[in-house]
């Protein structure tokens, strides 16, 4: 059974900084890629920020320089890390992850940002 944990979303103020992390029970040798999405009122789904097993990165031009994602093999978890976080960037943030013969999706966490 797939499971997808994610975890560091909350209230940020503008210019502040959240860290995301998503972890997959599954074994590392079946994970290609892994992702993260977001969903903000009244708007479709969109690609934050994804990478490769190999660790190439895409990013959504809206986050660039100021988003990072990094993955840790070892324990099977996806990090996002954003700085300089705006108002225009609260969402519901996705975990995705891609394997041979799946896509999996987790549960969403809530980033708020505002004064």
């Known amino acids: 059974q797939v499971r997808l944990v994610e975890s560091g979303g909350g209230l940020v103020q503008p210019g502040g900084s959240l860290r995301l992390s998503c972890e997959d029970s599954?074994?590392?040798?079946?994970?290609?890629?892994m992702g993260w999405y977001r969903q903000a009122p009244g708007k479709q789904r969109e690609l934050v920020a994804s990478?490769?097993?190999?660790?190439?990165?895409n990013y959504a031009d809206s986050v660039k320089g100021r988003f990072t994602i990094s993955r840790d093999n070892a324990k099977n978890t996806v990090y996002l890390w954003m700085n300089s976080l705006k108002p225009e960037d609260t969402a519901v943030y996705y975990c995705?992850?891609?394997?041979?013969?799946?896509?999996?999706w987790g549960q969403g966490t809530q980033v708020t940002v505002s004064s």
């Open positions: 995705r992850v891609t394997t041979a013969s799946s896509i999996d």
């Open positions: 599954r074994s590392i040798f079946s994970i290609y890629i």
């Open positions: 990478i490769t097993s190999g660790g190439v990165t």
